[in-house]
């Protein structure tokens, strides 16, 4: 189990929004402030060329080794009741500061947003089935690059 590359998008130094990178290479951001709002681009790639034209934008990365717990969580699923994801990891989560992602794998991989991580193994922990896997603190390195 990897961590997800975690950063923060600052405009003039302050932090706007986190965001991760998913494994697609797609890349999910959560929205500061009164008017929180959350989603996810395509690509990381193209985010930060997004932001490389908007003055005043920075991405910086977070080192998720730093916190006192991890932020990347998987569902490990030991039963398939519903014969539909099958077993092992079947999804990568992470736990942003409002909310929850959660990023199922597969071809046609979806991403879903929850209240909370406690929220995420109600609805799909099917009675213990299925168990939130937190990633380990540990040193490992970042995949992307964040100079923008």
């Not at 999910?28 to 929180?36: F, I, K, R, V």
């Not at 910086?60 to 990347?72: C, G, Q």
Request: hydrophobic share 35%.
């Amino acid at each position: 189990m990897q961590h997800l590359d975690y950063f923060h998008l600052c405009h003039y130094g302050e932090p706007i929004a986190e965001g991760v990178v998913l494994p697609s290479g797609a890349c999910a951001l959560s929205w500061y402030g009164s008017a929180h709002s959350h989603g996810v681009f395509p690509s990381f790639e193209m985010f930060k060329d997004m932001q490389a034209r908007l003055s005043g934008r920075k991405i910086k990365s977070v080192d998720e080794h730093s916190l006192d717990y991890s932020k990347t969580f998987y569902l490990k699923r030991n039963q398939d009741w519903s014969g539909i994801s099958g077993t092992g990891l079947v999804a990568v989560g992470f736990e942003f500061e409002h909310l929850a992602m959660l990023h199922w794998f597969g071809k046609d991989g979806s991403t879903f947003w929850y209240e909370s991580v406690t929220l995420i193994e109600q609805v799909h922990g099917h009675e213990g089935r299925t168990q939130i896997a937190r990633c380990s603190i540990s040193k490992l390195p970042m995949r992307h690059s964040f100079a923008v």
